[in-house]
C-alpha cells in the first residue's frame, strides 16, 4: 500500500509517562510493551504480526531528529523505500531546538574555508579526547565518513553551512586540537520551502528576538554587545539580515530551525515520508531478525514491516524519570534537560527487549543549567564572562568556570557526596550585568519577578545578605570573592587555571585585561544564580559497531537493527571534542546505518 500522502493523526488515547512508563521499565516482549501503553487486544509477540498492516518498506526510521532525517535521506538516494515514524507531533526532535552546531573533522565547509585540518590531526584529537571509552574503529568509522556525509546532505537538500569561526575544539591544547575550532552550523534557510508542512517544525529551545536573523557564532558578540564595537557591529548585522528576510517575504530559519527544515526539504523532494504522531511501541522480530516496527497510529496498533533493516533515532530518556533514577546518579530528574520533552527512551527499551546491549547509560550531554520557571536555562556564556564564579555550599570555588560545560557538571557530581556542589551558584554583580546579556535579558534590565520568586535568581546589595539568601557561610562566601578578586587583578587563576586554555576564552570580554575571562566583583548590589546538572540530552543508548549495527553483550550483531544519535551510546564516549559532537556524530552515523543496509540490500 503507498504511504506517502498518509496525513499525520494525533493519538489522544495512549500515555507513556508516569506510572505506565515505569512499568514498561520491565517487559519484554512485543505483547507486555502493547500491553503496557495501553493498547488493547495484543497478548504476545506472536500477535503483532496479526495487527494492521501499516506498510512495507526496504528501511523504517524510527525518529525525525538530526539521525532519522539523515538516514531515511541517504537510504532514499540509495534507491530504497523509506519512512519515518515520529512519536511527536511535530519534526526536528532535539536537534530543531539547538544551536545546530556541528563537529565533524575535515568537513569540505572548513577545508574550503582554509581550515588547517588534516585526517591525522583529527584522529589523534579524537583518540585523545574519547580515550579506550570507544573503540579505534568507530572513532574512524565516524571520522571517515563524517566529510562525505555533510557533502551528501548538501547536494541532496536545499541545507548549506557556514565555518563557526573561532569557536574552538573543546580542549584545544591536545595533539591535533584546533583553537580557531571545526564546528560547522546550517546557513540560512527559507521556510517557505516547507509549505504548510513548516507548521509542524518543532520549535526552537529559546525564540530569536523578532526581526532578527542570528546564527549560532553570532551569540557570543551579541552577549557583549553593550561594550564592544564588534558586537554591535554584529546586533546590526542580525537586524539587517531580518529586514531583508521581512522585504523578501521570506521566513528566515537558522541553527536547529534550519537543519531540521533543510533535511524534512530533503525528505519532501525524495518523497519520504514522515508520520507524526506515531509512537513506536516495540520492534518486530522474526527469528531474532528486526523486521519491522510496532507502532500506535491513530488510537490502535500497527505494524511497519522493513524488509532490510530498522534504523533507531528516536534520541535519548532524558525525560523519563524511571531511567534516570536506574541509570544516573542522584540528585537527578526531568526538569533540568533541554531535549525535546518526547525522548523518554522508547527506542532504547524497545532494543534492549530485542537483546541489545546498552552502554554509556549513566551520562548525558551535561552543561550547568539555571532551573528557571518557564524552562531550564543552558548556561554558556554567562558562567564563562569575567566577574562572575562558581561556589558550592560551602561557599567555595571549586572548578575552572569556563571549561567545558560536560566537565563542569561531571565535576559537581564527582564532589557532591563530600563536598556538596549541586546546586552550585553563579555569582555575579552589578558592573557585570552592567556590561552583558544575561539569557535574553539585556544589560541594566531588571530579571523578571518569577526568578526571584521560584529561587533560581537572588539580588542582595552586600556579599553577606546574599550568602544568606542562599545559605552558604558568608564569612567563606566573602573570603571566596575577595580570593578570586585578586587572582583576577592579576589576571592568573593559580586555583583551577581559568583562562589558561584557548576554550576559556570563547565566551569572554576581549576589553577586559591581562585575562579577557576574569574580572573582580566589587560592584553592589550582588547576584546569585542558582546552577544545577542540566543536559541536551541523555548520551547513553545502544551498543553499536562501526557500521552502526545494534550489537548483543556478547558483542553479536541483530540482524536488521542500528541505531543512531542519542539512541545509541555516544562515539564520543564520556567526553565531548567540541560545539555539536552530540548531532555531528548523530547525523553521520545514521548516514552509515543507510549506507550499510543499502549495502546488504544489493548484495
Same mark, same amino acid.
Given at each position: 500500500?503507498?504511504?506517502?500522502?498518509?496525513?499525520?493523526?494525533?493519538?489522544?488515547?495512549?500515555?507513556?509517562?508516569?506510572?505506565? @512508563?515505569?512499568?514498561?521499565?520491565?517487559?519484554?516482549?512485543?505483547?507486555?510493551?502493547?500491553?503496557?501503553?495501553?493498547?488493547?487486544?495484543?497478548?504476545?509477540?506472536?500477535?503483532?504480526?496479526?495487527?494492521?498492516?501499516?506498510?512495507?518498506?526496504?528501511?523504517?526510521?524510527?525518529?525525525?531528529?538530526?539521525?532519522?532525517?539523515?538516514?531515511?535521506?541517504?537510504?532514499?538516494?540509495?534507491?530504497?523505500?523509506?519512512?519515518?515514524?515520529?512519536?511527536?507531533?511535530?519534526?526536528?526532535?532535539?536537534?530543531?531546538?539547538?544551536?545546530?552546531?556541528?563537529?565533524?573533522?575535515?568537513?569540505?565547509?572548513?577545508?574550503?574555508?582554509?581550515?588547517?585540518?588534516?585526517?591525522?590531526?583529527?584522529?589523534?584529537?579524537?583518540?585523545?579526547?574519547?580515550?579506550?571509552?570507544?573503540?579505534?574503529?568507530?572513532? @574512524?568509522?565516524?571520522?571517515?565518513?563524517?566529510?562525505?556525509?555533510?557533502?551528501?546532505?548538501?547536494?541532496?537538500?536545499?541545507?548549506?553551512?557556514?565555518?563557526?569561526?573561532?569557536?574552538?575544539?573543546?580542549?584545544?591544547?591536545?595533539?591535533?586540537?584546533?583553537?580557531?575550532?571545526?564546528?560547522?552550523?546550517?546557513?540560512?534557510?527559507?521556510?517557505?520551502?516547507?509549505?504548510?508542512?513548516?507548521?509542524?517544525?518543532?520549535?526552537?529551545?529559546?525564540?530569536?528576538?523578532?526581526?532578527?536573523?542570528?546564527?549560532?557564532?553570532?551569540?557570543?558578540?551579541?552577549?557583549?554587545?553593550?561594550?564592544?564595537?564588534?558586537?554591535?557591529?554584529?546586533?546590526?548585522?542580525?537586524?539587517?539580515?531580518?529586514?531583508?528576510?521581512?522585504?523578501?517575504?521570506?521566513?528566515?530559519?537558522?541553527?536547529?530551525?534550519?537543519?531540521?527544515?533543510?533535511?524534512?526539504?530533503?525528505?519532501?523532494?525524495?518523497?519520504?515520508?514522515?508520520?507524526?504522531?506515531?509512537?513506536?511501541?516495540?520492534?518486530?522480530?522474526?527469528?531474532?531478525?528486526?523486521?519491522?516496527?510496532?507502532?500506535?497510529?491513530?488510537?490502535?496498533?500497527?505494524?511497519?514491516?522493513?524488509?532490510?533493516?530498522?534504523?533507531? &533515532?528516536?534520541?535519548?530518556?532524558?525525560?523519563?524519570?524511571?531511567?534516570?533514577?536506574?541509570?544516573?546518579?542522584?540528585?537527578?530528574?526531568?526538569?533540568?534537560?533541554? &531535549?525535546?520533552?518526547?525522548?523518554?527512551?522508547?527506542?532504547?527499551?524497545?532494543?534492549?527487549?530485542?537483546?541489545?546491549?546498552?552502554?554509556?547509560?549513566?551520562?548525558?550531554?551535561?552543561?550547568?543549567?539555571?532551573?528557571?520557571?518557564?524552562?531550564?536555562?543552558?548556561?554558556?556564556?554567562?558562567?564563562?564572562?569575567?566577574?562572575?564564579?562558581?561556589?558550592?555550599?560551602?561557599?567555595?570555588?571549586?572548578?575552572?568556570?569556563?571549561?567545558?560545560?560536560?566537565?563542569?557538571?561531571?565535576?559537581?557530581?564527582?564532589?557532591?557526596?563530600?563536598?556538596?556542589?549541586?546546586?552550585?551558584?553563579?555569582?555575579?554583580?552589578?558592573?557585570?550585568?552592567?556590561?552583558?546579556?544575561?539569557?535574553?535579558?539585556?544589560?541594566?534590565?531588571?530579571?523578571?519577578?518569577?526568578?526571584?520568586?521560584?529561587?533560581?535568581?537572588?539580588?542582595?546589595?552586600?556579599?553577606?545578605?546574599?550568602?544568606?539568601?542562599?545559605?552558604?557561610?558568608?564569612?567563606?562566601?566573602?573570603?571566596?570573592?575577595?580570593?578570586?578578586?585578586?587572582?583576577?587583578?592579576?589576571?592568573?587563576?593559580?586555583?583551577?587555571?581559568?583562562?589558561?586554555?584557548?576554550?576559556?576564552?570563547?565566551?569572554?570580554?576581549?576589553?577586559?585585561?591581562?585575562?579577557?575571562?576574569?574580572?573582580?566583583?566589587?560592584?553592589?548590589?550582588?547576584?546569585?544564580?542558582?546552577?544545577?546538572?542540566?543536559?541536551?540530552?541523555?548520551?547513553?543508548?545502544?551498543?553499536?559497531?562501526? @557500521?552502526?549495527?545494534?550489537?548483543?553483550?556478547?558483542?553479536?550483531?541483530?540482524?536488521?537493527?542500528?541505531?543512531?544519535?542519542?539512541?545509541?551510546?555516544?562515539?564520543?564516549?564520556?567526553?565531548?571534542?567540541?560545539?555539536?559532537?552530540?548531532?555531528?556524530?548523530?547525523?553521520?552515523?545514521?548516514?552509515?546505518?543507510?549506507?550499510?543496509?543499502?549495502?546488504?540490500?544489493?548484495?
Amino acid at each position: 500500500m503507498s504511504t506517502s500522502a498518509d496525513p499525520a493523526r494525533r493519538i489522544e488515547s495512549i500515555s507513556t509517562a508516569g506510572a505506565s @512508563r515505569r512499568r514498561l521499565l520491565g517487559a519484554t516482549g512485543a505483547g507486555l510493551a502493547l500491553a503496557a501503553a495501553g493498547l488493547p487486544g495484543v497478548g504476545g509477540p506472536a500477535d503483532a504480526a496479526d495487527l494492521p498492516l501499516l506498510g512495507t518498506y526496504d528501511v523504517v526510521v524510527i525518529g525525525s531528529g538530526a539521525a532519522g532525517m539523515t538516514a531515511a535521506l541517504t537510504a532514499a538516494k540509495q534507491g530504497l523505500s523509506c519512512v519515518v515514524v515520529e512519536k511527536a507531533a511535530t519534526f526536528g526532535g532535539s536537534a530543531a531546538r539547538s544551536g545546530a552546531g556541528i563537529w565533524i573533522p575535515n568537513n569540505p565547509v572548513i577545508l574550503a574555508a582554509g581550515v588547517p585540518d588534516t585526517p591525522a590531526k583529527a584522529a589523534a584529537y579524537l583518540a585523545a579526547v574519547v580515550g579506550p571509552d570507544v573503540s579505534a574503529d568507530r572513532q @574512524r568509522a565516524f571520522l571517515g565518513h563524517g566529510p562525505a556525509m555533510i557533502s551528501f546532505v548538501m547536494a541532496n537538500s536545499p541545507l548549506r553551512f557556514r565555518w563557526m569561526e573561532g569557536y574552538s575544539d573543546y580542549y584545544p591544547e591536545l595533539s591535533g586540537g584546533l583553537p580557531n575550532g571545526r564546528s560547522i552550523e546550517p546557513d540560512q534557510l527559507d521556510g517557505n520551502i516547507l509549505g504548510a508542512e513548516l507548521a509542524h517544525l518543532n520549535p526552537s529551545y529559546m525564540a530569536v528576538p523578532a526581526g532578527m536573523v542570528v546564527f549560532s557564532a553570532d551569540y557570543k558578540w551579541l552577549t557583549l554587545s553593550a561594550v564592544s564595537v564588534k558586537g554591535l557591529a554584529v546586533a546590526a548585522e542580525c537586524l539587517a539580515r531580518g529586514t531583508k528576510a521581512a522585504l523578501l517575504g521570506q521566513k528566515p530559519l537558522t541553527m536547529g530551525q534550519s537543519l531540521a527544515a533543510g533535511l524534512r526539504a530533503g525528505l519532501l523532494a525524495a518523497q519520504v515520508p514522515v508520520w507524526l504522531d506515531t509512537p513506536l511501541t516495540d520492534l518486530y522480530r522474526e527469528d531474532r531478525t528486526v523486521t519491522g516496527a510496532v507502532v500506535a497510529r491513530g488510537g490502535s496498533a500497527g505494524l511497519v514491516r522493513a524488509r532490510h533493516g530498522v534504523v533507531v &533515532g528516536s534520541g535519548g530518556f532524558e525525560h523519563n524519570a524511571a531511567m534516570r533514577d536506574q541509570y544516573q546518579r542522584q540528585p537527578i530528574g526531568t526538569a533540568w534537560t533541554v &531535549g525535546a520533552k518526547e525522548n523518554t527512551g522508547d527506542g532504547i527499551r524497545a532494543g534492549e527487549r530485542a537483546g541489545a546491549a546498552l552502554d554509556l547509560m549513566d551520562d548525558a550531554w551535561w552543561g550547568p543549567a539555571i532551573p528557571l520557571p518557564e524552562q531550564p536555562y543552558f548556561c554558556l556564556a554567562e558562567r564563562t564572562l569575567p566577574g562572575g564564579l562558581l561556589v558550592n555550599a560551602a561557599g567555595a570555588r571549586f572548578v575552572n568556570e569556563a571549561a567545558p560545560y560536560s566537565d563542569v557538571v561531571h565535576t559537581m557530581y564527582e564532589r557532591n557526596p563530600t563536598a556538596p556542589d549541586i546546586p552550585a551558584w553563579l555569582i555575579v554583580d552589578q558592573n557585570y550585568r552592567n556590561r552583558y546579556l544575561f539569557k535574553d535579558i539585556a544589560p541594566t534590565l531588571a530579571f523578571p519577578g518569577s526568578w526571584y520568586d521560584s529561587g533560581a535568581a537572588h539580588k542582595a546589595w552586600t556579599l553577606d545578605a546574599l550568602a544568606g539568601r542562599i545559605g552558604v557561610p558568608a564569612g567563606a562566601l566573602r573570603a571566596t570573592v575577595n580570593r578570586f578578586n585578586s587572582l583576577a587583578l592579576s589576571g592568573d587563576d593559580t586555583d583551577f587555571r581559568r583562562g589558561d586554555s584557548t576554550y576559556d576564552h570563547y565566551y569572554s570580554d576581549p576589553a577586559i585585561v591581562p585575562n579577557s575571562s576574569l574580572a573582580p566583583l566589587w560592584l553592589a548590589p550582588y547576584y546569585a544564580f542558582k546552577i544545577v546538572p542540566g543536559d541536551l540530552g541523555t548520551k547513553g543508548g545502544m551498543r553499536t559497531d562501526a @557500521r552502526a549495527r545494534v550489537l548483543r553483550a556478547d558483542g553479536s550483531v541483530i540482524p536488521g537493527l542500528y541505531a543512531a544519535g542519542n539512541a545509541s551510546a555516544a562515539v564520543m564516549g564520556h567526553s565531548y571534542a567540541g560545539a555539536g559532537s552530540t548531532i555531528g556524530p548523530a547525523m553521520t552515523f545514521g548516514y552509515i546505518a543507510a549506507l550499510d543496509i543499502a549495502a546488504a540490500a544489493g548484495s
